[in-house]
């Protein structure tokens, strides 16, 4: 049964937003995708890092490819929408993107053919001895006429890996009386901006960190206020310890101020400085929460790519892209309280062609002490997408072309880089075995296509599943989708190949020898596939409904949540039409089913858990599901709503409990973007309050105003989820 609410009294709704293809981003030697969601201030990875580099072949800038969305990327996109004659937000949504593949195809032509490398390479994982021995090959390798920047200005928080609390299991929801952060894989902590230890709520805004009180009735008092030294990004709370991830800027000198006239320097440098960004993590001790003691600062040179807690061990993994040598060293510096560290250790790399260089570190501290950092150096392209379980680390990137370079050898030359053919992407896979800390290169793997995101991989029994979609329907190469398996050598042993045609996949999750996998065009294909033969996976049965999913959480071991967007097609014309929550029952493989859905808003309706799972909050065994949720209306922005959405859900129905709000629902700062439970009580997060709630009633019991930076970023309505295929009108 289909239910559809609206909110806010909104009778009056724009009309639904017509859905154009997906596009990508491509200049002469390169192809990027945009992905599934719009690229702003704060994204990073790939699709920003091809954003720019189209930008660049375009506009002829000179923007660093550092994957990072900063202030220089969001005014040259601003200065390229002027160009093309969209509104000038420095958002960068389906039809700017298409604008500017337009000008890519008439300024490139049919440039980028592709010449097969004639080198073999062995993929093998091999190594230098020492940091020094790296730095001399490199130093010769290392070559680009933009300044080292060293993602200084240009890094801000990423878009997507700002963390929401959830229940700590992968299955069904916390049986503790208190939600934890919600993960992918138990046993493995993700970051987050709220945690809490069932007594105490800790949030994080821009300098600062607020330790709440949480009373047994619900009330709420803020007793500490702890100021940073950086721009916070997420933070972890474990072992009485309390671990914030932040940006930290350097300003130093040049050894030689003089620069060569034929030496672009960016104008947001000074003569005779560059800056040096560092990811800064501080070790609190916060076993007396009202009086926290500052136990470690450790600075790591270069852009804080993604983190995880594994046995007690924070791993920490940075990266340092590799541009011009003239000003400063190559290897990362690391400090400990302001205090220059030289650890020891080999940098890994693999026998294999590299597009850029960059040096990937992984750092790890153990949290029950947090008195010692270990270090782990690998030589790897830039640009990496985190999946962690308890046994490794897999860093992963799509490679749309073949640098065409001789193997990792002394005096290897560079030669040109060549494009794929269209719909040849493959996805590029590192497996980093972690042990007690210790980090160790082990191998590497290739698949066709690309992941979507964290959730199309799972590592079960030793094998790595890879869920991925090849080509693009909006260039006229048919899209299929795929999911492969990798035994523990990084060797595909299984593949399942062609599924859904000209589709590709919005949302993936793995349940032990099963995948749960769904495709979108018009309608939405929801396939359950077994994996419990890994060298022959097949699909079991299939569903197709209105909509997607793009996030998919397990309710039990036969029931599935689905989080989406509601869609209609008319005439040819597919848009969105509300977010929607689905109950999936699995139980009969062969015909999954729908049990119940719950369609919230109309067309400008948004929600942060259709691109981020942890602003998920979910508990089986309080029947509870709550998200954030927004509803615009452009011509009356005094009817719009800008909260969280309570829903009792069950094995046999969804339904809509309650709806909150902050304050008058009016202003930015108010904005829902979090949720966590104690006992019986909500709690509810936005930039300026924390708020608590009875979950019985929903009634307002307490609320505190947080200290908000000075300079808030406000939560903008994203544009529509592209849907492949959709008519352009």
Request: some cysteine; proline content about 5%; charged content about 20%.
């Amino acid at each position: 049964m289909k239910k559809h609410i609206f909110f806010a009294g909104m009778s009056v709704f724009l009309a639904s937003v017509i859905i154009p293809p997906v596009p990508a981003f491509a200049d002469c030697t390169t192809s990027f995708s945009l992905g599934s969601s719009n690229i702003r201030v704060g994204s990073r990875g790939e699709s920003v890092r091809g954003m720019q580099s189209a930008l660049n072949t375009i506009l002829g800038e000179s923007l660093v490819l550092d994957g990072v969305y900063g202030p220089k990327t969001k005014q040259t996109v601003m200065k390229m929408q002027t160009t093309i004659g969209t509104k000038a937000d420095g958002v960068v949504g389906p039809q700017t993107a298409l604008k500017i593949n337009e000008f890519l195809k008439t300024k490139c032509g049919t440039e980028g053919t592709l010449t097969k490398p004639e080198t073999t390479y062995t993929h093998s994982v091999k190594s230098f001895g020492t940091k020094k021995e790296a730095e001399a090959f490199l130093k010769d390798k290392v070559k680009n006429t933009a300044l080292v920047r060293n993602f200084g200005p240009e890094v801000m928080m990423a878009a997507d890996t700002a963390g929401a609390p959830v229940a700590k299991t992968t299955s069904a929801g916390s049986s503790s009386n208190f939600s934890q952060t919600n993960i992918q894989e138990a046993g493995v902590d993700e970051s987050d901006i709220v945690k809490t230890d069932g007594k105490y709520i800790y949030t994080l805004s821009g300098k600062s960190i607020d330790i709440t009180s949480a009373g047994s009735n619900g009330e709420l008092e803020k007793i500490k206020t702890i100021s940073l030294s950086g721009d916070a990004h997420d933070m972890y709370l474990s072992d009485g310890r309390l671990a914030v991830m932040m940006y930290a800027y350097e300003e130093k000198q040049y050894q030689n101020p003089k620069v060569s006239a034929d030496t672009q320097v960016s104008s947001d440098f000074r003569p005779g400085t560059y800056s040096v960004s560092f990811l800064r993590t501080t070790i609190y001790n916060i076993t007396d929460p009202m009086n926290p003691k500052l136990e470690r600062t450790y600075d790591i040179e270069g852009s804080y790519m993604d983190s995880r807690i594994i046995d007690g061990h924070l791993y920490l993994i940075s990266q340092k892209y590799l541009y011009n040598n003239t000003c400063c060293t190559i290897m990362p510096m690391v400090k400990e309280n302001g205090r220059s560290l030289n650890i020891s250790a080999p940098v890994y790399y693999f026998d294999m062609p590299y597009r850029d260089y960059a040096i990937t570190q992984v750092h790890s501290i153990n949290l029950k002490d947090s008195k010692s950092i270990k270090e782990s150096n690998f030589l790897l392209s830039g640009g990496h997408m985190l999946y962690a379980s308890d046994k490794a680390l897999y860093l992963s990137y799509t490679d749309y072309q073949y640098p065409e370079v001789q193997p990792m050898v002394d005096d290897a030359p560079m030669v040109k880089m060549a494009i794929l053919p269209t719909g040849q992407e493959r996805t590029v896979i590192h497996k980093i075995d972690i042990n007690k800390g210790s980090a160790k290169l082990s191998g590497t793997g290739f698949v066709p296509g690309s992941a979507i995101n964290q959730f199309a991989f799972s590592e079960h029994n030793g094998n790595l599943r890879v869920a991925t979609t090849v080509g693009n329907n909006w260039n006229g190469t048919k899209s299929t989708n795929n999911m492969y398996v990798l035994d523990s050598g990084m060797k595909i042993i299984g593949k399942l190949e062609g599924l859904a045609p000209e589709e590709r996949i919005y949302s993936v999750r793995f349940m032990e020898d099963r995948a749960y996998m769904v495709t979108f065009k018009q309608v939405d294909p929801l396939f359950v596939i077994d994996l419990a033969t890994p060298t022959a996976p097949k699909v079991l049965g299939k569903l197709k409904i209105p909509g997607f999913s793009s996030y998919l959480h397990p309710y039990s071991e036969n029931l599935l949540i689905g989080i989406g967007q509601d869609t209609k097609t008319i005439g040819g014309r597919t848009t969105t039409n509300g977010v929607k929550i689905s109950l999936f029952d699995v139980s009969n493989v062969a015909r999954p089913r729908e049990v119940d859905n719950l369609v919230l808003g109309g067309a400008q309706s948004s929600s942060e858990a259709l691109y981020n799972h942890k602003a998920v909050l979910f508990s089986k065994e309080k029947n509870l599901l709550v998200i954030p949720f927004q509803e615009y209306n452009y011509e009356k922005p005094n009817e719009q709503f800008m909260g969280a959405v309570v829903l009792s859900i069950n094995e046999k129905d969804i339904s809509l409990r309650g709806k909150i709000t902050h304050e008058d629902n009016k202003t930015w700062e108010s904005a829902i973007n979090r949720s966590l439970y104690i006992g019986e009580y909500l709690y509810t997060l936005s930039q300026k309050f924390l708020q608590s709630n009875a979950l019985d009633s929903l009634k307002t019991v307490d609320s505190v105003e947080l200290s908000i930076p000075k300079t808030t970023y406000p939560v903008y309505p994203i544009e529509p989820m592209p849907l492949v295929g959709a008519t352009l009108r």
